[in-house]
């Protein structure tokens, strides 16, 4: 809703045959932003901005916002009291006042005065010819302007020209003066102003309607001139509210509009009909004009502005005698009235004309009336929030509490079953009343969901379903069936079975329909407040009305498909409901086939057959500014050359450092502005368009150096976007200083020499240093080499090798001998090929490693077996790492950890990748584990001092400072879930070398 005070009527126009059109009414005042409530003047641009002259300034309007210019401005107007308004074929807007005439081009204003050529001070009247020659009416006669010099067309000094057309066609300027109307149809000769039609009439202004017939308003009323004669309309012979009329217009319907100083008129077929929103005139009417889009604006002198828009539902409120607006409930009685129940002040009774209430001192039981029904006996009953339970008939209440037998006096609804018996939902559960009165009813106890009833419906098969705060119960025979959270929303406040015999519910998490013993969730919208239903009606067998909390829905049942995603059409503010919100349970179809609906803001009543003219005009779409970190950038003062017609800077490139950019953007839709989304997105930026907004300003913060183009497309709610509509902008961020080619080129060479002369002084002190430190790392390599070389061949290997190879010989096992020794030759040679490289192919090390665990194995056949694996994605012969590694581990593994343990031992070694740099290595054996290997080593003295984990060790460590990658290892126990040891895992993390 808007800050100011905007009000949306509907106007009910009583003709002979009933109910006429609808129109919504919305209001624009000076705490809208409208620079003063006397307007003069108005016309829509051709970029759909609607101009409107007041006696305080100029106004441009885009539906949302009033941009407004005055004389106090700098290079502002001539003059603020503005009598004239007119665009011509550049898009110059022509400006009339008081004081001259000024023409702004999107930018200033450029002001002419009596000095430049005008007659006199004040403009009356602008059109211009088709030379666009521009015509401007004075007091006096006429001027016109060729576009460098001002001639004047002097008629009398009694004569003040009010209004001035061109026809087009004939290409004549008719001139309606304080004396008469006179025509020109010489542009180039003298004016004839001995003979003027109408000679006692002022006119006060001229329309040439589709059919090409001259419309004149004035002092005494209206003339139509049509084959050469003048038609006379006047308050006394036709409609007209007053025979003083100010402005004309015709609508897209081809309607003729008149504004008068009593009120408003409109023409069609059958003659004038007045206008009267809330059953009260709009008066003092002194300008009009047609928007793109079929809306009637009206100018108002002292009243500001009026958007009349071809509506679908007329509204009631207080206003029009209603007793409360917020309107909770629909009855229609025997005769046809309709009985609005109210949420505070009891019910009104509409006759289609005037309003009567009836409250509690008629006897209803309170004032705060939730529903509303009416039984097969013509009984209507009303029950209240609070104050138990009223039934009407002949002319009286009875009233009905829980001394009655009622289970609580908080009433939410009334339902009749086949039988007659009437279900009474309560805050306590539901009360049965029948002939004998309340007999019985049903609470939880019972088996109903929730205790709190909201709805109550019977379906076609006879079971009773019944909403609750907790979900849906179905009472089927005597059981009672729940369905809650799991089926359907919470709060079910309304139940309806369409002619088809699906079932509908209403609840605050949605649609859902029940078909085929199953629940369906029908969406509505993405709008926030669709899914809060509060309301369900049928019309007919062809349409079903859903209220929510943002406006009404309607979906065609002919075409519902439960398993698509459906069009739900929107009603809204544009079509005449008062406020979005919609109220629980207030929804009817009244006999002549009229919907109602309660809104907080009133009642409003759509005509039975009434339809909504649509529009299908997208939206004009305009980039409205671009700036800098948020603030108003003057692009004047800083160089650029602005385009007067949208006021954004001209190819424009910024420097680096002004890299926040913020842009706003309007679509115009002048009937429907709240309705208008966006999509945008920043080329050279984004890749897709963002999600639809309704927001109309975007900020794109450091962007880089580039070519970007702004675009943004919008659509009114409901239809489908267009791309190929769109608005776009252009711009660079151009890069820094310094990184433009001729001052990297120039650093480059400064760099290069400096950098030589700094090389050759510290290169030789560099060189020796870095020779130094080769030296020391490759004697520690070295050093480690050996060292891990001796741990692999110590003399204790080498002994224990010899052994079994003698141990074979003995047995006479030649093959085993022969496997044995051939494979000892291998893993010594191989061991001795490796001090020659610094890295060697993973497969070398893992042929080595194997080797050395076929000759472990062989030598203890029963007490371990091991799996060496490498995963698919490496490829072994490609990926390198240092040499002698992985065999002081896994001899760690089988000498402490597999040959202490009872049973067979296991040792498994993986190799994969981790990230993209990484090698992981795993050496997992099921041994006796870290803790209880040192404590046999505590306990058990030896000659023999194993090194090569240590060697290993500080062989990684001197890699990593040489190759300044990461290597790592993780030695751990391995536990089983009861706390007891599994085995030792080792991890070493290696760079992945190729």
């Not at 211009?128 to 302007?145: P, S």
């Not at 809650?484 to 709060?491: C, K, L, R, V």
Request: hydrophobic share 35%; charged share 25%.
């Amino acid at each position: 809703m808007r800050n100011a005070i905007v009000f949306l009527m509907l106007v009910w126009l009583v003709c002979p045959g009933g109910w006429s059109q609808v129109y919504n009414v919305t209001r624009y005042s000076t705490e809208d932003g409208l620079p003063q409530s006397q307007v003069r003047a108005m016309f829509q641009d051709r970029d759909g901005y609607l101009w409107l002259g007041t006696r305080g300034g100029v106004s441009k309007f885009d539906g949302q916002q009033f941009h407004n210019f005055t004389a106090q401005q700098h290079n502002g107007l001539v003059g603020d009291f503005i009598i004239a308004l007119y665009e011509d074929a550049a898009g110059n807007v022509w400006i009339g006042s008081e004081r001259g005439l000024s023409r702004f081009d999107g930018r200033t204003f450029t002001n002419f005065t009596h000095e430049h050529g005008l007659m006199n001070k004040e403009v009356l009247s602008i059109i211009a010819d088709h030379e666009q020659n521009l015509w401007i009416g004075q007091k006096g006669g006429l001027v016109l302007f060729d576009g460098a010099a001002f001639s004047t067309k002097p008629i009398s000094e009694q004569i003040s020209v009010n209004a001035l057309l061109y026809d087009s066609l004939d290409r004549h300027v008719w001139i309606g003066t304080n004396r008469g109307l006179y025509v020109c149809e010489d542009i180039q000769a003298d004016l004839n102003v001995h003979d003027p039609f109408l000679p006692q009439v002022t006119v006060y202004c001229l329309l040439l309607s589709q059919d090409r017939h001259l419309w004149i308003g004035s002092n005494k009323g209206v003339f139509c001139y049509k084959n050469a004669e003048f038609i006379h309309y006047d308050a006394q012979t036709a409609q007209l509210p007053d025979n003083t009329v100010y402005t004309l217009c015709q609508d897209k319907s081809g309607q003729i509009w008149a504004g008068t100083e009593g009120g408003v008129a409109y023409f069609s077929d059958d003659g004038w009909k007045q206008l009267k929103p809330g059953n009260r005139p709009l008066p003092n009417v002194r300008s009009s004009t047609v928007d793109l889009e079929g809306n009637i604006w009206l100018g108002l002198d002292g009243g500001g502005i009026r958007k009349l828009t071809r509506g679908v539902f007329q509204k009631f409120n207080v206003e029009d005698g209603m007793s409360s607006n917020i309107a909770k409930s629909f009855l229609e009685d025997e005769k046809g009235d309709i009985w609005i129940s109210t949420y505070d002040n009891g019910i009104s009774i509409y006759d289609g004309a005037n309003f009567r209430q009836l409250d509690e001192s008629d006897g209803l039981a309170g004032n705060n009336i939730s529903y509303s029904f009416k039984d097969s006996r013509g009984r209507m009953w009303f029950a209240t929030y609070s104050d138990g339970l009223s039934s009407y008939v002949g002319g009286k209440f009875r009233n009905y509490s829980t001394a009655d037998g009622l289970k609580s006096d908080s009433v939410y609804c009334v339902y009749e079953d086949r039988t007659g018996r009437l279900w009474i939902g309560t805050e306590h559960g539901i009360s049965i009343y029948d002939k004998q009165g309340f007999t019985t009813g049903y609470t939880p106890r019972d088996g109903l969901i929730d205790e709190t009833v909201y709805a109550i419906h019977q379906d076609h098969e006879g079971n009773m379903w019944i909403g609750t705060p907790e979900g849906v119960s179905k009472l089927q025979d005597t059981t009672f069936i729940n369905y809650g959270e799991a089926y359907i929303g919470h709060t079910v406040i309304s139940i309806l079975e369409d002619p088809r015999r699906h079932l509908w519910f209403a609840t605050s998490e949605g649609l859902y329909m029940y078909a085929d013993s199953s629940f369906r969730k029908i969406k509505i919208s993405e709008a926030a407040g669709a899914d809060n239903i509060v309301s369900l009606v049928a019309e007919g067998n062809d349409f079903l009305w859903v209220g929510t909390e943002n406006g009404a829905y309607r979906l065609n049942l002919n075409t519902f498909d439960p398993n698509e995603r459906n069009r739900f059409e929107h009603y809204t503010q544009k079509d005449g409901l008062p406020s979005l919100e919609c109220n629980a349970n207030a929804a009817f179809i009244d006999s002549k086939g009229n919907l109602w609906i309660g809104t907080t803001e009133g009642a409003i009543m759509r005509p039975a057959n009434t339809e909504r003219v649509e529009e299908d005009l997208p939206p004009i779409l305009h980039i409205t500014g671009v700036s800098l970190s948020l603030l108003p950038t003057d692009w004047d003062s800083l160089g650029y050359k602005v385009d007067p017609r949208t006021g954004l800077p001209i190819d424009l490139k910024l420097p680096y450092s002004q890299n926040r950019l913020d842009f706003t953007f309007i679509g115009i839709s002048l009937k429907s502005p709240r309705q208008v989304e966006y999509k945008f997105m920043l080329e050279g930026l984004d890749e897709s368009w963002s999600e639809e907004t309704r927001q109309t300003r975007v900020s794109y913060t450091n962007l880089r150096p580039g070519k970007y183009t702004f675009r943004v497309i919008s659509k009114k709610e409901s239809t489908a976007w267009d791309e190929r509509v769109q608005a776009t902008y252009s711009f660079e961020i151009l890069p820094p200083w310094y990184s433009r080619w001729w001052f990297i080129l120039l650093m480059g060479l400064l760099v290069a020499a400096i950098g030589w002369g700094v090389y050759w002084r510290i290169s030789l002190d560099r060189k020796k240093k870095l020779e130094e430190e080769h030296i020391k790392n490759t004697a520690e390599k070295l050093r480690l080499e050996h060292q891990a070389l001796y741990a692999m061949m110590n003399p204790h290997f080498i002994f224990n090798a010899l052994q079994s190879i003698q141990y074979f010989i003995h047995r006479q096992d030649r093959i085993s001998a022969n496997k044995f020794l051939s494979s000892f030759a291998k893993l010594m040679r191989k061991n001795l090929d490796s001090t020659k490289s610094d890295f060697i192919s993973l497969q070398e090390e893992v042929d080595r490693l194997k080797l050395y665990l076929s000759l472990e194995k062989m030598r203890f056949p029963e007490k371990f077996e091991y799996e060496v694996r490498v995963d698919e994605d490496i490829d072994a012969y490609d990926t390198q790492l240092p040499p002698m590694i992985l065999q002081p581990f896994v001899e760690n593994s089988i000498k402490h950890g597999i040959m202490p343990l009872e049973a067979e031992g296991k040792i498994q070694v993986t190799v994969s990748r981790k990230g993209e740099d990484h090698l992981l290595i795993r050496i997992i054996d099921n041994g006796i584990g870290i803790e209880a290997s040192q404590t046999k080593k505590a306990n058990r003295p030896s000659d023999h001092v194993s090194k090569g984990m240590q060697i290993t060790l500080d062989r990684l460590a001197l890699f990593a400072r040489m190759t300044h990658k990461e290597y790592a290892i993780d030695i751990r126990e391995i536990k089983n879930p009861d706390g007891s040891v599994a085995g030792t895992q080792v991890e070493l993390l290696l760079p992945l070398h190729h």
